[in-house]
């Protein structure tokens, strides 16, 4: 009887699998994943920093420089170094009664520059006057 009673479970258990095996074997396999693209079809890398915690001077500072210009890129992207100048050494900045400049003036001048000219990034800038006779 106990030969009979494990034939049977071995039995039931040998339907079940081959049931469960002929489910599994009629359900649709899910997709393959989708092949790598080729090499060529990659994007780009994403550009390297530009942003350093190293300052890059250009230039040496001495007395002739009597301002400062903090801008992101925003503003480099679309003004040169020569143009940014060019504003802040402009008569519309000077508004004191000495013909002082304005760095705040300045520095509105090249946010709206930059605007003007095509920036499509943030305008940030600050202007500092270097100038030992204004401070």
Do not use: H
């Amino acid at each position: 009887s106990s030969s009979s009673s494990s034939s049977s479970y071995l039995l039931l258990s040998l339907i079940f699998l081959s049931v469960v095996l002929k489910i599994d074997d009629e359900s649709p396999l899910p997709p393959p994943p989708p092949s790598p693209p080729p090499p060529d079809s990659l994007p780009p890398p994403p550009p390297s920093p530009t942003a350093s915690s190293r300052p890059r001077p250009i230039s040496p500072l001495n007395k002739k420089f009597n301002v400062l210009i903090i801008a992101c890129d925003g503003v480099w992207d679309v003004i040169s170094d020569q143009e940014a100048v060019n504003i802040v050494q402009g008569r519309e900045v000077c508004s004191g009664p000495g013909g002082e400049r304005d760095m705040n003036k300045a520095a509105v001048l090249l946010r709206d520059f930059a605007y003007l000219k095509g920036s499509t990034d943030d305008i940030s800038v600050v202007c500092v006057c270097l100038d030992e006779k204004r401070v």
